[in-house]
């Protein structure tokens, strides 16, 4: 598994959902994990998550720190508990940096009510996708929202690498773990 | 998926990681987490982790907060990623309980160097299952370690059963999110 | 696994063989069996049986009990087997109700050789369906047909009920069934 | 998929329930039914269903009709789904000689409270196993059963026949039923 | 698994590489393979492989002995692996034809660096596909390439056969072979 | 994957067709292949494939290349198509080394009537396992064969680690073909 901090800004607009999003856009072939910044803004009929949909939930951010996941396997239930496990990443990573105050809620990241975070899996007809974002900014979001900016992280990008680059080794030794257990009765 | 908080105390030696545990001495059917409070003694024929064995570690610990989960699914990497996310949640228990001295690396919970947690997934015919042990003393282990007592958790049960309680949730959470969204392309 | 009868008529045209039918017009999230009844008329290019279309049959019932069942796993063939486990179910509500002269053959239910049933499985992008429709009458139908109504079935739609509420509990008892059993060799 | 029927008297204590029962035994290769006849008596250490092991439930019938299906495929619960439609089967090929005071509970099939047959599931190293028992004698049991011969069938293996043929036939059927249809949104 | 030798030519376009193809032209339900002689050109818009749209590769071949491969099972790993095996199998057939000049380098096959085939493994919503080409003439092809015809094989559709007869052959002979063993620890 | 060459001899008696056989004896973690050299003595006990048992064959040969393939996924059918590979790897090999004399019949290798090679592959509780020996004398052996000797080739652990590093890289290359296509309908 490999990632790419785009430096570049990439708005997210849903489009970027997509299977072979890493490999057609930045050439990464395999199990990938694409980091950028960028505005998010998702209509309803770009929307994957059913449930904003019926609830009219839109999504804006004007600047947020994207994570885009691919992973080629089919099982939609295991990239979920893998996405859980990115959240509670991103938190683990903030806290080095020293942010102390987050607590995360499923797919979630909050401090007390304010919403850092985005985030949705889905299935494509090849793999399975996960997308999440991270407010850099507060302003303008539909619902109360806490920033990056407002937690005192500047270097977004550095963040972003390093909660993709701890991923990766996650996955890796995830792997390995499986392949050094003998069987119980 | 259902827990069990056993109150009376259990000794483990490596023989509860087995299939059907919850079952055959609770009476739970179906996916599990039983809690317990014990020694930890597993001699090496009992462990089922080859690094272990093959470094010739061995585990001991005067007393521990058990956690023996079943899945039953076969798909063991699936299943190690379900265990670092029980180990986050352990971190993100024990931070509400206002205990923010935590890393984790992997499947271990550290404080500094020393060692909060053991912790291992493997495969029987039938299932997966996890074990996780956290340190309540740390008197007398082989490594330096760390114990709930010196964070100054007193209700271990207690933990446990938050622990578990929230654990039972997020795999409803992850189950249920995984019908709620379209496919893309 | 939970179901809804929807008392108001819904007209089955092949479109509600779609994903998270349930979830978007029922708010039902997970496996589930929708019941309705309502005209059944599937047009060629709504087809998903391609003998059907191969054979340019067609299907028209002015008046049916439906069933649309979604699991949220991805082996049609499994859910094959299901189909015809619903199928046997139907047979065995329709016995306790006196009907004893259905026969099944596969995933049909016949009267002599007088059709009751039309039912297909597939697959969509994120989920298994199963789409069964029973004939109330069997007036204007294409090929020789018995409906409920023949059979003096009257409460269509607590037959529809009876069966779905059976069929959940029996996807729980075969779930927990998997749960309680050792390996052989 | 292919059935025999072995004429043979052969009497099941439950090691019969392995794999490669039929390849070992009767040179059978693949999926496949062993039809065959004799007592059935069962110890506790034989036992797999954990929930007769704990109630401490025992079997015994000095004659019943066989079935041991085995499935070289390793996903437990859908050879679970398949074992109640051998059951349904049962009931129906009974059905057509003249018994129609069955009914199906589960994995099970009563006359009124009289149990008829014992079945289980279970999973192998390499394959996943059904043994069904159908009583010819209901004497001597431990719990009130009902025989084939009390339903005045006389001619155990013929019926033992036709369920096998069936079953093969819809193993096939089904696998076919999943390669013509295409996929739905 | 069967097969079928189509003696009419059909020109390959990239469309024929889609679910049921074999089913709906030539009524062959269940896994199969299609062997026809006909033109290659492959337009960008249909291409599957995403490595040859980023190097803007195109595909003609003015003449060619294609195999269309259908296997209803959903890992599109395991199918690459089956196509791999089906190129080692032409490559093993113009062998018993005296062509002993061929090297498989991954899913294609060479003459020194002239190329005699294009392949491409793909999944549709109720399979996995595999195309394979070989030419006959390599005229006017857009790389170095190599025909059946410089190879001195003429009879083009019955080299078809032979290796269409093998691989069906060898995928039962495999799922055999998964049928006759016990497990090992 | 990773494969090692263990330069000092080492006898093949079935033992070594065991889960985690690399990482227990060579510190491989993961899917691996380890090729040795040594005699071949599987005792009929010892023996997984129950063909040869039920045949009452036994394997002999006093010297072998042996390769150990452990695969981390539990799906039989597809390690054996990566057998079937292997086998028709190791043909392609010799044919590097100008040996044009060898048919690959299923998971075996001839010259004319004289086996070159044993191989077999099975199930271990958390892996799947293949073995392939090429005798390298033909002195003794209970059937006909021939052995690298006598098609002169003479440096055996070069051809084993030759097919080693070709059958490891072609598992990446085809994991990595299915990460660069799109779906069809």
Known sequence: MKYIVQKKPLNYDGSQLQSLFAYKNFGLKGDSIIVFRGSCRVELNEMVDMEDVLAQDWIYSKDMLHFI?????????????????????????????????????????????????????????????????????NEGTPVPTIGLENLHVHDVLSLGESVARHYCNEVLSMRLARCKVRGVQ
């Open 69 to 137: 996941v691919e992973h080629f396997e089919m099982d939609l239930e295991k990239t979920i508990i893998r996405q859980r496990l990115l959240i509670a990443t991103i938190k683990e990573k903030l806290e080095e940096l020293g942010v102390a105050t987050l607590r995360r809620s499923g797919d979630d990241l909050y401090e007390a009510d304010r919403k850092l975070s985005v985030s949705i899996s889905t299935l494509s007809p090849v793999s399975t996708l996960i997308h999440c974002g991270l407010n850099v900014s």
